[in-house]
Nanobody
Framework: QLVESGGGLVEAGGSLRLSCAAS????????MSWFRQAPEKRREFVAG????????VYADSVKGRFTISRDNTNNTVDLQMNSLKPEDTAVYYC???????????????WGRGTQVTVSS
């Protein structure tokens, strides 16, 4: 019910835009977030957006570089990633949860993920 797109290979300093298509029911009901997981590391919160007040939350590591947005017409959540660094390399997952939280355990639905690789 969550499908990511837009991953790929980019050089350091470059940009990518990820998109997550959600079912209407999920999009209307849940807060939407992006998480990422690098090899041999725990899944970590990247950014999230509330469904009601549109409150935005970002991990410190991406503040000022990444922007999350939601399109209520098309039921999509995008993550614009600028000034990418090699340490941003990971599988990026779209997530939906009852509350906006940085805790993976509070996520109700996960996408399958999309690979982002940043070369140095």
């Amino acid at each position: 019910q969550l499908v990511e797109s837009g991953g790929g290979l980019v050089e350091a300093g470059g940009s990518l835009r990820l998109s997550c298509a959600a079912s209407g029911r999920i999009f209307r009901t849940y807060a939407m977030s992006w998480f990422r997981q690098a090899p041999e590391k725990r899944r970590e919160f990247v950014a999230g957006i509330n469904k009601g007040d549109g409150k935005l939350v970002y991990a410190d590591s991406v503040k000022g570089r990444f922007t999350i947005s939601r399109d209520n017409t098309n039921n999509t959540v995008d993550l614009q990633m600028n000034s990418l660094k090699p340490e941003d390399t990971a599988v990026y997952y779209c997530a939906a949860g009852g509350i906006l939280s940085s805790t993976p355990q509070r996520v109700s639905f996960w996408g399958r993920g999309t690979q982002v690789t940043v070369s140095s």
